[in-house]
């Protein structure tokens, strides 16, 4: 069966500095779908970044982005310049290929930004 | 694009009374629909999954008397906690899958109080 880990519980980062979460998973799929979710205070979960597994560039956006070590079954997100605004709990999850979108979950990550 | 409404935000309800929560996707047709449970300071939970027209799938441990779900078009699911009790107090979170996309998009959530 599929796991998806993140290691840690909670991260704290200085405003504009960047700051690395981790997230590994576990599965015998060679195509697959990994996203990063935030959650802020208001509960709302919102897409950060998605990564398809067929394609070996990380993905980007703005601020975000990812390192996907395919081989080692590592997806990390690294929030570069962070902003109070990107306090919020972060969840790594994965979809498997023919899953009906359902997604495995890691436990989260809740990061916290110093000003 | 891809907004996906939830109503109500939050409901309080004396136990033993039924309890209908929407969900719609608001700019797309979502052909699946998930509904989770979100424990404080946990992942999310799935509770079962929904798809346009036929009979939703529920998770292992998920009473299918106690929380009916029914996606009756495109654009609409709604889950029914029937003869709520306190320890059905959660917070409720819908998504929903568009075959075009490959991701969830997440309404906003309900908070729900049983007294």
């Known amino acids: 069966a599929q796991t998806v880990t993140q290691s840690q519980p909670e991260m704290s980062v200085q405003e504009a500095e960047t700051v690395t979460l981790s997230c590994t998973y576990d599965t015998s799929e060679s195509d697959y779908y990994l996203f990063w979710y935030k959650q802020p205070p208001s509960r709302q979960m919102i897409l950060v970044i998605r990564q398809e597994a067929y394609k070996q560039q990380n993905a980007t956006e703005n601020r975000f982005s990812v390192n996907f070590q395919k081989a080692a079954k590592s997806f990390s997100l690294k929030i570069s310049d962070s902003q109070l605004g990107d306090a919020a709990m972060y969840f790594c999850?994965?979809?498997?290929?023919?899953?009906?979108?359902?997604?495995?979950w890691g436990a989260g990550t809740k990061l916290i930004i110093k000003p | 694009g891809a907004v996906v409404s939830q109503h109500p935000s939050r409901v309080i309800c004396k136990s033993g009374t039924s309890v209908k929560i929407e969900c719609r996707s608001l700019?797309?047709?979502?052909?699946?629909m998930f509904w989770y449970r979100q424990f404080p300071k946990q992942s999310l939970m799935l509770m079962a999954t929904s798809n346009e027209g036929s009979k939703a799938t529920y998770e292992q441990g998920v009473e299918k008397d106690k929380f009916l779900i029914n996606h009756a078009s495109l654009t609409l699911s709604t889950l029914t906690v029937t003869s709520a009790h306190p320890e059905d107090s959660s917070f409720y979170i819908c998504?929903?899958?568009?075959?075009?996309?490959?991701?969830?998009?997440f309404g906003p959530g309900t908070r729900l109080l049983v007294l």
């Open positions: 998504s929903a899958g568009d075959r075009g996309f490959e991701t969830q998009y």
């Open positions: 700019d797309f047709q979502a052909t699946t």
């Open positions: 999850a994965y979809r498997g290929p023919d899953s009906n979108y359902q997604l495995i």
